[in-house]
């Protein structure tokens, strides 16, 4: 049976700070776009196991580095002069023996499928073809953890946990964190993107609120083609201040200000414009793990995991799997029970015992004011077993992409 643990939150609301920062990282920034090409790769490989053996076989495809290329962007258009590089490394199951025949997978060729797709929803002005270069280290796995998983497979009707890690999440959001993830996604958005074609998908939104105050410094890559000259790149940045305004005051009652591109000088034609639309292509590298969190969101104001969910294998990989689990109790628990304001949710594994059994699942819950801690206990607790409990349910989520890692 879990561990769960409900215990009284008492350091009070993250609205009661004087100070919150907030950080969104857009599908555009290289970062991103490592965090789900490897995502994309796992679904593959589960989806190709799936369709040829019947199970989701062993693997970790949790790291990529991308390493920025060079370009000359010029008001108007310019030039890309080396590609970016993208490279996925992790551990896969390979071969497989059947009736005395080797099976291999595909493995490089389903990652170049995962990275082509993953740039080509990314970065809608990029090439893969001519922009990029995109390499395999994707090898066999180390005996003891591919015969853990196996074993979990084959013996176990509950996977087994394949590290000892811990999961952390919490709901629900503040305003400050719920005004940085919808004006980067609208932003984002296919409509802004058509109506705004100078904006690029490489979108940073710092917010910082400083007691009733909101401020956010958001960094958009500018598409070079689309700015014909320097009026028209400004023209597209106060194009972008409205949006961002027009939707941040309808989010929240703080007072909202913000800036663009805060280090452009546009008087020396000093700009922050793009060929693709991503800074990947003139310098700036990527790496899976150095982004959002699970919910899409960097909270420094928050408990955090430094686990690099994606990537990980959706069975048994607790780093992936509590991380998105926590979250899930955190939202049900804040949505469902009466009085629960605020829900904080840590969950931590031991490698080797069934996934639906942590060593303790400690969740903390802030009551609203006037409500009894004692009367939210129990409804939290129902919850929260009930949620561990139905965790394998999470594999098929992360197999049809319908839960977010980044």
Known sequence: MANVQIREYKMGSIE????????????????????????NLSRKLSQFYMDKYGVILHHNVDKCALAGGRSEPVLGGGDIIEPIYIGIIGRATSEILIQSEIQRVPIGILTRKAVTETLKYCVRNIKPDEHVQIASLVHAGSQDLVGLFDHGQDEMPIPLANDTSFGVSYAPFSSLENVVMKVENHLNSDNILKKIPAIGEDIKVMGLRQRDKIHLTVATAMVS??????????????????????????????????????ADIPEKEIVYIT????????????????????????????????????????????????????????????????????????????IGEPITEPLICDVEVLPEKGTAFNTIQSDAQAIAAEELKNITKLTEDFLHGRVTIC
């Open 16 to 39: 009661d700070l004087q100070i919150e920062m907030v950080e969104r990282k857009g599908k555009g920034h290289p970062d991103t776009i490592c965090d789900l090409a490897v995502e």
């Open 225 to 262: 083609s689309a700015c014909e000259d320097i009026s028209a790149y400004i023209a597209a940045k106060e194009e972008i201040k409205n949006e961002v305004l027009d939707l941040a005051v309808k989010l929240t009652d703080y007072e909202v200000s913000t800036d663009i591109n805060k």
């Open 275 to 350: 060929i693709t639309g991503t800074s990947a292509e003139c310098g700036d590298d990527g790496q899976v793990g150095r982004g959002n969190r699970v919910n899409g969101l960097i909270t420094p104001m928050r408990p955090m995991s430094l686990e690099a969910s994606a990537g990980k294998n959706p069975v048994s990989h607790v780093g992936k799997i509590y991380n998105v689990l926590a979250g899930q109790i955190a939202a049900k628990i804040s949505n469902k029970v009466p009085g629960a304001e605020e829900v904080y949710v840590r969950i931590l594994s031991q």
